[in-house]
């Protein structure tokens, strides 16, 4: 049986930071390897750091046979010079800096960079990590001094996006959030002296220059209490694993309770609390029937699994919340069955057949190394159908049907659960 994963299809993630000294750089790598993504990837600085460059880090991914490469840049905002400078480098875009474009035949995705998403529960934490009686806090960014028209509006969305983040920051901690920029208006030394004793949290990457020297020295003489930046915090590791999955994850329209919504993997995989194999696999499944039936509507779907998965389970509940109207079936096997009205379509996942023997060794606990390695190599190959077309890895057919009966099934009635691993 063939790969599941097309010979020309493997993701590679590529996470781009700014880079600083060599601590400032520890924290960010150590960060990163935190990071829960099923594919390659590797870390990338802009500066001073000369080995681990973006051309070095697409190279080596290329060289593992990632021909598809999402770039995270791991900065405050998505509106900045050195975005740009990003974007000049993989060629999609131009910027002020003499940096050259890289050649790569690779597909190159570029996500989001931080933004607003986690910044705010960052900052509420950092707050409580102080224990001050301060009633006030205040967000300290970089900011810029506008030369030209492009600079201007970056500025411009800076201060949308760190108003945005204020206003969160007050509903999470009761406490008045202000913002104030090293470079534009408003200043931070004008920010701080509005307040008696506020608690100063720096929106910066990680300890360097900025938050051991220049913030201070712009803030002597007044009462404050600074915190330690965004790095390290859990949170900046999700978000990294959430902007590879939002611009890979297939996303399927399911009908309940009479609305359409959109479900996209990552819903997934938070729902069951990993990366799951199974999981991708009945995803792709629905999206299959989905292809083939129109949009779904969740009440009228029966399912059979011939894989007794717990987080295959939770995840066709998570999906179409078939409920008592879900079976497993016997031979343990990568196989599907979905009824909607009068059709029902049956569908095997392509996996070889050594995965079922690897898997079945290594949960008996006799699999060699080297056998475990090409275990985690077919699961890994799986992931980068991600954005595939579900026609290509499944062998299905579709057939007509009579109304069947299924017995009410809980999961914990079904016989052993076996979960991917």
């Known amino acids: 049986m063939a790969l599941i994963a097309p010979a020309n299809a493997k993701i590679g993630v590529l996470v781009v930071a700014h880079g600083g000294g060599e601590d400032w750089n520890t924290v960010v790598e150590r960060q990163f390897s935190e990071t829960q993504i099923p594919f390659p990837k590797e870390i990338a600085f802009l500066e001073f750091e000369k080995t681990k460059t973006i051309e070095r880090g697409i190279k080596v991914l290329e060289d593992k046979g990632c021909n598809r490469i999402v770039i995270v840049p791991l900065f405050i905002s998505s509106y900045s010079g050195h975005i740009d400078e990003i974007r000049k480098i993989i060629g999609v875009g131009d910027c002020k ?9 690779a597909k190159i995705i570029l996500t989001e960079a931080i933004d607003e998403d986690v910044i ?5 934490d950092r707050v409580n990590e102080v224990n001050g009686s301060s009633n006030a806090i205040v967000l300290v960014a970089h900011g810029t001094k506008p030369e030209d028209d492009l600079e201007e509006a970056y500025l ?21 959030c202000d913002y104030g920029f090293m470079h ?24 360097g220059y900025f938050t051991k020297k220049k913030i201070p020295e712009m803030l002597e003489g007044l009462n404050y209490t600074i915190t330690k930046p965004l790095l390290p915090h859990p949170l900046i590791s999700k978000l990294i694993e959430e902007r590879v999955f939002e611009v890979i994850s ?3 329209p399911i009908k309940e309770n009479g609305k359409i919504k959109i479900v996209r993997f990552e819903g997934v995989r938070d729902y069951i609390g990993k990366n799951c ?23 009228e779907v029966s399912v059979v699994s011939y894989w007794d998965c717990p987080h295959i389970n939770m995840t066709f509940d998570y999906l179409l919340k078939v409920g ?75 057939e007509s049907v009579q109304d069947e009966v299924y017995t009410p099934m809980k999961y914990h009635e079904v016989g052993k659960m076996n979960t991917i691993t």
């Not at 999981?279 to 499944?285: A, G, P």
């Not at 060699?368 to 026609?391: G, Q």
Request: charged letters at 30%; glycine letters at 4%.
């Open 184 to 207: 534009g208006e408003p200043n931070i030394r004008a920010t701080v002296s509005k307040y008696e004793n506020p608690v100063v949290v720096p929106i910066f990457i990680a300890e």
């Open 120 to 124: 705010p529960f960052i900052v509420a």
């Open 250 to 252: 297939p996303a399927v």
């Open 277 to 299: 194999m199974g999981s991708l696999i009945v995803f792709k499944f629905v999206e299959l029937a989905t292809l083939k039936f129109g949009i779904l509507n969740s009440s």
């Open 324 to 398: 008592n109207k879900y079976k497993v079936q016997k031979p343990e096997e990568l196989k599907f069955e979905l009824i909607y009205g009068n059709k029902k379509i049956v569908a095997s996942a392509k996996v070889p057949d050594k995965f079922y023997i690897l898997r079945e060794k290594k949960h008996l606990g006799n699999i060699t190394m080297e056998e475990l390695k090409e275990f985690m190599k077919i699961k890994e190959d799986t992931f980068s159908v991600m954005d595939e077309n579900p026609e290509k890895i499944f062998d299905y057919y579709i």
């Open 156 to 176: 411009k969305q800076w201060k949308r996006n760190l108003e945005s983040i204020c206003s969160r920051v007050e509903s999470l901690t009761g406490l008045k």
């Open 97 to 105: 800096e003499n940096v050259s474009t890289i050649k790569t035949e």
